[in-house]
């Protein structure tokens, strides 16, 4: 067994420097947050600048069209919640924010597997499908503290528009360096495909990462890309890669239906049919755990597992 | 990166630019003209409604007073004091009372009520504000929602300094919706006293009278009970006028409107 060692980055903490740098930058940044400023990060810019700080309450829904409201008054709010409990509000985030294409920004934290120990009802796997369709929305997933950073101050403080920042907890794999540059519409090759181009975001691109070492033992070489921006998906990138390997394999946090496998193959389907494993949470929720590492086992979603499917699948 | 981006803000600009005049607007003599404009209109909207299949026709025929009064009266007299009024609209179905008003009043070209609700009409049938600009700030027509987002605009104006009121226009049926009571409080919460909520008390809903599908009274008592002013007002649109502009004195809460139609 693989033991978890570079899950030791946390997105809340990257998110709290973010919301810093964007609020000195940019006079014009607000944080408003449903009563969870200590468990998503915006504490810290919530005693850094308190006059740009709203506690909304326990109240998604007020919580998202408040947030339009500061948008319609010419500011940029980011609005903060648990990923699972802003999709409580996401009708009032299609109607209110979405038809008027506001610029508001909405930060699901503890997204996907990342919030272990609260179990089935906390663990947002649906987001980025509801997310997906709603038009004109930006939707980014970064890995790393590093890329959580930067892409979140690039869409706060230089893209006008709705976005949805997708975020896990803590785990984050440390997989980009400081230096590394990530744009919206962007992804980023982490390593080029050759028999097999692994797609994956968020945590999941670090246990993607090291199932790709794991094949490569076994002699296949695997590609892998990181595909922070789930909107719009980089059908480039995904074509060209792709377009090197016998297999297609999709690596998410996620319901395999909707999520990222899902917008690969409908880039697929249409410029190059090609065979895709989708690897995820199979149409189910999940499930308390002690550790991630241990959730991760529950859920078939180890480095491990995650090559013995892809090597099942080669044949 | 470039850091500090040019702010867009969107009230500023356009947002009922259309409505703001110059000029008295606060005497008997306005009051009483006001009404002879909310009747017309009201004779006109019995007009439109039956050229459109009498859509929402209960709801617009309650509201036109108070758009009247909104639209017709309170943001320019705010114009004419200095401060900035603006309308949320909450109840999105009230569209043919709204767009016969703003006809009524040349803010909109009459021809254009024929083309109400079709796909490539500004006047669709639920407000798209990015067709509307200048005349309606946000797209509803899902309830419960406004009163959230005029805190928002009011939440940013105590940042920014600006004098603004919000009155946001409510149906009776809409207070069911649960995000209205979130919003209630948060408005409570931040002493937010430049919003008025304006609820149109009809008594009725879709399946019929209100106090049957889920009972809204004592309903000032309630908004009370939220840390609100609330104060009643018969559906006349003098009445409405006069009230809302004596509320602009009242401080540290935000206040509660119902207009009542006759029982």
Same mark, same amino acid.
């Given at each position: 067994?693989?033991?978890?060692?570079?899950?030791?980055?946390?997105?809340?903490?990257?998110?709290?420097?973010?919301?810093?740098?964007?609020? *000195?930058?940019?006079?014009?940044?607000?944080?408003?947050?449903?009563?969870?400023?200590? @468990?998503?990060?915006?504490?810290?810019?919530?005693?850094?600048?308190?006059?740009?700080? !709203?506690?909304?309450?326990?109240?998604?829904?007020?919580?998202? +069209?408040?947030?339009?409201?500061?948008?319609?008054?010419?500011?940029?709010?980011?609005?903060?919640?648990?990923?699972?409990?802003?999709?409580?509000?996401?009708?009032?985030?299609?109607?209110?924010?979405?038809?008027?294409?506001?610029?508001?920004?909405?930060?699901?934290?503890?997204?996907?597997?990342?919030?272990?120990?609260?179990?089935?009802?906390?663990?947002?796997?649906?987001?980025?499908?509801?997310?997906?369709?709603?038009?004109?929305?930006?939707?980014?997933?970064?890995?790393?503290?590093?890329?959580?950073?930067?892409?979140?101050?690039?869409?706060?403080?230089?893209?006008?528009?709705? %976005?949805?920042?997708?975020?896990?907890?803590?785990?984050?794999?440390?997989?980009?360096?400081?230096?590394? $540059?990530?744009?919206?519409?962007? @992804?980023?090759?982490? $390593?080029?495909?050759?028999?097999?181009?692994?797609?994956?975001?968020?945590?999941?691109?670090?246990?993607?990462?090291?199932?790709?070492?794991?094949?490569?033992?076994?002699?296949?070489?695997?590609?892998l890309v990181d595909v922070y921006t789930i909107k719009p998906i980089d059908r480039d990138t995904i074509i060209k890669q792709s377009a090197k390997a016998n297999l297609v394999v999709c690596v998410e946090d996620h319901n395999i239906h909707g999520g990222l496998g899902s917008a690969v193959a409908e880039v697929l389907s249409e410029?190059?049919?090609?065979? !895709?494993?989708?690897?995820?949470?199979?149409?189910?929720?999940?499930?308390?755990?002690?550790?991630?590492?241990?959730?991760?086992?529950?859920?078939?979603?180890?480095?491990?597992?995650?090559?013995?499917?892809?090597?099942?699948?080669?044949? | 990166?470039?850091?500090?981006?040019?702010?867009?803000?969107?009230?500023?600009?356009?947002?009922?630019?259309?409505?703001?005049?110059?000029?008295?607007?606060?005497?008997?003599?306005?009051?009483?003209?006001?009404?002879?404009?909310?009747?017309?209109?009201?004779?006109?909207?019995?007009?439109?409604?039956?050229?459109?299949?009498?859509?929402?026709?209960?709801? *617009?025929?309650?509201?036109?007073?108070?758009?009247?009064?909104?639209?017709?009266?309170?943001?320019?007299?705010? /114009? %004419?004091?200095?401060? $900035?009024?603006?309308?949320?609209? @909450?109840?999105?179905?009230?569209?043919?009372?709204?767009?016969?008003?703003? +006809?009524?009043?040349?803010?909109?070209?009459?021809?254009?009520?024929?083309?109400?609700?079709?796909?490539?009409?500004?006047?669709? @049938?639920?407000?798209?504000?990015?067709?509307?600009?200048?005349?309606?700030?946000?797209? /509803?027509?899902?309830?419960?929602?406004?009163?959230?987002?005029?805190?928002?605009?009011?939440?940013?104006?105590? !940042?920014?300094?600006?004098?603004?009121?919000?009155?946001?226009?409510?149906?009776?049926?809409?207070?069911?919706?649960?995000?209205?009571?979130?919003?209630?409080?948060?408005?409570?919460?931040?002493?937010?006293?430049?919003?008025? +909520?304006?609820?149109?008390?009809?008594?009725?809903?879709?399946?019929?009278?209100?106090?049957? %599908?889920?009972?809204?009274?004592?309903?000032?008592?309630?908004?009370?009970?939220?840390?609100?002013?609330?104060?009643?007002?018969?559906?006349?649109?003098?009445?409405? +006028?006069?009230?809302?502009?004596?509320?602009?004195?009242?401080?540290?809460?935000?206040?509660?409107?119902?207009?009542?139609?006759?029982?």
């Amino acid at each position: 067994m693989v033991v978890i060692v570079w899950f030791n980055g946390s997105y809340r903490k990257a998110l709290a420097e973010a919301l810093i740098e964007a609020g *000195s930058r940019n006079s014009s940044v607000v944080v408003l947050d449903a009563d969870t400023p200590k @468990s998503t990060g915006t504490l810290a810019f919530a005693r850094k600048f308190p006059e740009r700080f !709203i506690n909304i309450g326990i109240s998604e829904q007020d919580l998202v +069209a408040t947030a339009a409201g500061m948008a319609l008054a010419g500011k940029t709010p980011i609005a903060a919640a648990f990923a699972m409990f802003l999709m409580r509000a996401w009708e009032q985030v299609r109607n209110t924010i979405a038809r008027d294409k506001l610029n508001v920004k909405l930060i699901g934290t503890h997204a996907g597997l990342s919030d272990f120990m609260d179990g089935a009802s906390h663990q947002a796997l649906e987001d980025i499908a509801l997310m997906r369709t709603l038009p004109g929305f930006t939707i980014i997933a970064p890995a790393s503290p590093a890329a959580t950073k930067k892409l979140v101050l690039e869409a706060t403080l230089n893209h006008e528009g709705p %976005v949805y920042i997708r975020l896990g907890r803590d785990n984050a794999p440390n997989i980009h360096t400081d230096s590394d $540059e990530f744009h919206i519409g962007g @992804s980023k090759i982490i $390593e080029d495909a050759v028999d097999v181009a692994v797609f994956s975001f968020g945590p999941m691109l670090g246990v993607a990462h090291q199932a790709v070492k794991i094949l490569r033992k076994h002699g296949i070489q695997a590609g892998l890309v990181d595909v922070y921006t789930i909107k719009p998906i980089d059908r480039d990138t995904i074509i060209k890669q792709s377009a090197k390997a016998n297999l297609v394999v999709c690596v998410e946090d996620h319901n395999i239906h909707g999520g990222l496998g899902s917008a690969v193959a409908e880039v697929l389907s249409e410029a190059m049919p090609r065979r !895709i494993l989708r690897i995820g949470v199979n149409d189910s929720f999940g499930a308390s755990a002690r550790t991630y590492q241990q959730l991760l086992e529950y859920m078939g979603l180890t480095p491990e597992r995650i090559a013995d499917k892809i090597r099942g699948e080669l044949g | 990166m470039s850091g500090e981006r040019d702010a867009a803000p969107i009230l500023n600009g356009f947002a009922h630019s259309l409505l703001v005049t110059e000029g008295p607007l606060l005497g008997s003599k306005d009051l009483h003209l006001l009404v002879e404009r909310a009747e017309s209109a009201r004779r006109k909207l019995v007009n439109f409604l039956s050229s459109i299949g009498g859509w929402h026709a209960g709801s *617009s025929l309650s509201s036109i007073n108070i758009v009247a009064a909104l639209y017709g009266h309170w943001i320019p007299s705010g /114009s %004419v004091k200095g401060i $900035e009024r603006l309308v949320v609209i @909450s109840k999105g179905h009230i569209t043919p009372a709204l767009y016969v008003w703003f +006809a009524a009043e040349g803010l909109i070209n009459e021809k254009e009520l024929e083309t109400f609700a079709e796909p490539w009409s500004m006047l669709q @049938s639920h407000p798209e504000a990015r067709r509307l600009k200048g005349l309606v700030i946000n797209s /509803s027509g899902s309830l419960g929602q406004g009163l959230s987002i005029a805190n928002g605009i009011a939440l940013a104006s105590r !940042i920014d300094g600006t004098h603004r009121e919000i009155a946001v226009l409510l149906g009776d049926g809409e207070l069911d919706e649960g995000q209205v009571w979130e919003a209630a409080s948060t408005a409570a919460a931040h002493r937010l006293d430049n919003i008025i +909520a304006v609820i149109d008390r009809n008594m009725v809903q879709h399946t019929g009278p209100t106090e049957m %599908v889920k009972p809204k009274e004592p309903l000032a008592a309630k908004w009370e009970a939220f840390g609100w002013y609330a104060v009643e007002v018969p559906n006349n649109a003098a009445a409405i +006028a006069a009230t809302i502009e004596a509320l602009s004195e009242l401080k540290d809460k935000p206040k509660a409107m119902i207009v009542r139609s006759r029982g």
